[in-house]
């Protein structure tokens, strides 16, 4: 029996030396919805999880894209959670000459960036942070929000890397929203730039699904053939050596 067991430890073994490299990231921080239309005003929620086993996250930032200027931002209050919103002087603004003198002034800044603080994500967690901004761009592209996450060790994961079309996902993709035309999001199907992004990782849960089918069906058959053994060579009525083999498969 013990021989039996050794090969199964060591298949088992192998097919998870086989999956390590292949195995993809599955999360890191995401932005939804990921689509917006143009020249209009949306809500997104920012999602951020623990990835770490010993840190809590401490601190999110997110760099708002420089190709765009976005006015108008507003938070959803997240307990125990500080938020900082850090604006630009925009080039030759000028007042309105409305009478919400605030507004005109809030008008004549973009936004540049959120922070977040004071609060903590546990590992295993995640955190959804909503802000409502607008306008959007009335030209259709991508607008990137890099996002830089501190952990209470002073670890700071910077998800920055731009997602490319037809490319490999990064290793850190930064938050995108694509904007489109209301028209051309019907379409979206037929537009290669969002969904490309997420082509590594389904080929990666395929191969882990894969890999894990034949694992199991490895083990089936040692299961199969140490049921055999055991009927060949019965055990005495007192059955301690049983007992024993029963020990050992539990034990970690």
């Known amino acids: 029996m013990k021989p039996i ?46 990835e770490r086993a010993d840190a809590n996250t401490t601190r999110v930032e997110v760099v708002f894209p420089e ?18 919103i850090a604006t630009r002087q925009l080039p030759n603004a000028a007042s309105a000459g409305s009478d919400d003198e605030a507004a005109d002034k809030a008008a004549d800044k973009a936004v540049t960036g959120i922070v977040w603080e ?19 761009p009335t030209t259709p592209g991508q607008l990137v929000f890099k996002a830089l996450q501190t952990y209470s060790n002073g670890e700071v994961v910077r998800w920055i890397d731009i997602p490319e079309a037809g490319a490999p996902q990064p290793e850190h993709p930064a938050p995108v929203i694509y904007v489109k035309p209301a028209d051309a999001q ?7 730039a969002a969904p490309a992004a997420a082509t ?20 089936a058959l040692l299961t199969a053939a140490a049921t055999g053994l055991r009927r060949r060579d019965p055990v005495p009525a007192s059955a301690p050596l049983a007992e024993a083999d029963t020990a050992a498969r539990l034990s970690p």
Not at 118 to 128: C, D, L, N, R
């Open 186 to 192: 019907a379409d979206a199907p037929a537009t290669p």
């Open 118 to 136: 004071g609060g903590a994500i546990k590992p295993g967690e995640y955190q959804v942070f909503e802000v409502s901004l607008g306008p959007l």
């Open 200 to 219: 590594p990782t389904d080929d990666g849960v395929a191969r882990l699904l894969g890999w894990a089918g034949l694992a199991l069906g490895a083990l």
């Open 67 to 84: 190709n765009a200027q976005l006015t108008s931002v507003s938070l959803r209050p997240v307990p125990g959670w500080k938020a900082t």
């Open 5 to 50: 067991r050794a090969v199964a430890a060591t298949l088992v073994a192998g097919v998870a030396v086989l999956l390590a490299p292949t195995l993809p990231a599955l999360a890191h921080v995401t932005v939804s919805p990921s689509v917006a239309t143009t020249g209009g005003r949306g809500t997104f929620a920012f999602k951020v999880p623990d």
